[in-house]
């Protein structure tokens, strides 16, 4: 049951789970992350995503992001994906509602964009991604049946390979609670739809690489800025610009 991927890898970590089969697209040599890679000293039971960046090809030298997906048996199902995207559309629908009845006429509003739902992926039961819409960007947690949802208004520190971040639990009407962390508003630095989806795919790439991760603990980072974090993200002008967590000065 694998979803259609078309092309080559390219180092889109949100198209493959830990599980994927991968094979040279010039060489047809596989790796299987059961198996490791020999030739260059890669244990078993290492992920193609955690392989190193300069890992290339045992066949012939090609670079990572060169390989296909041959087979991938982590990778969601119909039923999930359906399932995606009808919360997507939903968290879309709403915050485009929102737009249309309170905030399209406000000067802090960035008439050049529109509400998106991007990079969305499975999550812990859940689904996660960043929302764009002309006045924030925000990664967004729509939370899978075994999270606890809390009061609205309330904090949740969520932690990723690149380190932990705070989330605020809000709900909606078509969406139902969700959870909320602001990246950027208002959004008046980006010049266009395409700008913004490309700084929010590349935020989601950031957010799950181990790299990213601060030698100083990061809840820390998060305490000082807490002062700063006033309201629920949703609200105009209340969220504070949390972008070089992981937007590490995109769109500026
Ligand atoms: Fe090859």
Not at 17 to 43: F, H, N
Request: proline share 8%; aromatic share 8%; with cysteine.
């Amino acid at each position: 049951m694998t979803p259609g991927f078309e092309g080559s890898f390219l180092g889109a970590a949100d198209k493959i789970s830990s599980l994927a089969i991968m094979e040279c697209k010039i060489c047809w040599t596989p790796y299987d992350p059961a198996m490791g890679d020999d030739t260059r000293q890669v244990m078993p039971g290492t992920a193609f995503l955690d392989l190193p960046d300069d890992w290339s090809c045992p066949g012939c030298s090609a670079p990572r992001a060169q390989f296909l997906v041959r087979e991938d048996p982590g990778a969601p199902s119909a039923a999930v994906m359906a399932e995606m995207e009808a919360r997507t559309k939903a968290l879309v629908a709403d915050f485009t509602e929102v737009f249309h009845s309170r905030m399209r006429d406000l000067p802090m509003v960035n008439q050049a964009l529109h509400v998106q739902a991007v990079g969305f992926q499975p999550y812990e039961g859940g689904f996660l991604g960043v929302l764009v819409a002309p006045w924030f960007m925000n990664l967004v947690l729509l939370p899978g049946p075994e999270r606890a949802v809390l009061k609205v208004g309330t904090k949740e520190t969520v932690t990723f390979p690149s380190g932990a971040y705070e989330f605020m639990h809000a709900a909606r009407e078509m969406v139902g609670p969700y959870m909320a962390c602001a990246l950027f508003s208002p959004m008046g630095d980006f010049t266009s739809q395409l700008q913004a989806v490309e700084v929010a795919r590349a935020a989601m790439g950031e957010l799950f690489r181990v790299e990213n991760r601060a030698e100083t603990d990061r809840a820390a980072d998060i305490r000082a800025l807490r002062e700063a974090e006033l309201a629920p993200v949703a609200e105009p002008d209340l969220a504070p610009s949390r972008r070089k967590l992981i937007t590490g000065g995109l769109g500026e």
